[in-house]
Every structure is written in C-alpha cells, then in structure tokens.
C-alpha cells in the first residue's frame, strides 16, 4: 500500500522548507519557463504580490505542503478564488456574469518524486495524491463557491497536460 502524503498547511514557520524548491523535469538544464514560475511561486518574498506568502497572508489562497514518509518535501498545491464566466451562459453574449469559481494557482512536485512511486495508479502517484487532495478542499471545504475546478497549464508543458487529462480534467 502506498503511505498517503502528509499535509502541512503552508505559513511562516515552515518557509525554510520551500527554500530549495525545485521542480525541473532534468537538473540538467534551465527550468523552462512553466517550472521556474513553479520554483519562485512558493519561494517569492512576502512582498511580492503573486507569490504563496503574499496571498496566503492576504487570505487570497491557501497552500499546502506534501511531505512523504521520511519528510521530505514531496510538493506543494494551491486552492484560490478567480471568476469566471459561468459556464451555462452563451459565450459570445458580451458582459458575461462571472461566477466565482475555485482555482488552483500553482501546483508542484519535485524533481526526484515526479512519476513516483512507480507502478500505481495515476491517482496514487504524488502528484495524484496532492491533486485529489486539492480536489477534495475545493469540494467539501469550499461551498460557497459554483461546483468548478480550474487550472492553468502553459500550453507547452505536454507532461502536466497529460497528467491532468489523466486525472479527468
């Protein structure tokens, strides 16, 4: 069986484990530029505006850390709020009403645990683990909110395209 993923909310006290965050596919080269957007998201000064400490501070999102068994920083995932246009009106209609929705800001893993562990499931790899996780706070813990999850993905990024149509989205 595989060991679920221990969740920390992310906050001041445990800053210094992001400090080396780093989420490249290869350490042999320079983070494209999805990946280092990735790194420096969580890593980002207090003072920077679309950074994790300015918008947890701001209460804007929240943000958690991943960590494995043996506690190493595993990854991280995000829920904030956005507004959308809602989905049931006709999209060439100008002025669309924007619906609040959930969205997932950022969402990382590290280098040395993507794909891992090995031979599971998608769901059960660490980056299904902290996806189903997000999933599960936006539907349960965010009602307030219309019932939709949404995501940005550069539209290079083939890996992570990959995984969340995997992950059914």
């Keep these: 069986m595989i060991a ?3 969740k920390i909310e992310f906050g001041e006290d445990v800053r210094d484990l992001v400090s080396d965050f780093d989420c490249r596919e290869s350490q ?3 983070a494209t530029p999805w990946e280092a957007e990735i790194n420096e998201w969580i890593k980002a000064d207090p003072s920077t505006k679309d950074g994790a400490r300015y918008r947890t501070r701001r209460k804007e999102c929240k943000v958690w850390l991943y ?3 043996d506690d190493d920083l595993v990854g991280y995932g995000s829920l904030g709020r956005s507004k959308w246009p809602d989905v049931g009106t006709d999209p060439i209609v100008p002025n ?5 929705i959930t969205l997932i800001p950022a ?3 590290q280098t040395q645990f993507q794909g891992r562990p090995e031979g599971v499931l998608p769901a059960e790899k660490y980056a299904g683990q902290i996806l189903n996780h997000l999933i599960y706070e936006a539907r349960w813990k965010l009602t307030e909110r219309q019932p939709c999850l949404a995501l940005y993905v ?3 990024n083939e890996r992570a395209i990959k995984f969340y149509r995997k992950m059914e989205f």
């Design 4 to 6: 679920p993923l221990q």
């Design 28 to 30: 042999d080269r320079d």
């Design 67 to 69: 960590l494995n068994e």
């Design 96 to 100: 669309l009403v924007m619906t609040p």
């Design 107 to 109: 969402l990382g893993v």
């Design 154 to 156: 550069h539209p290079d």
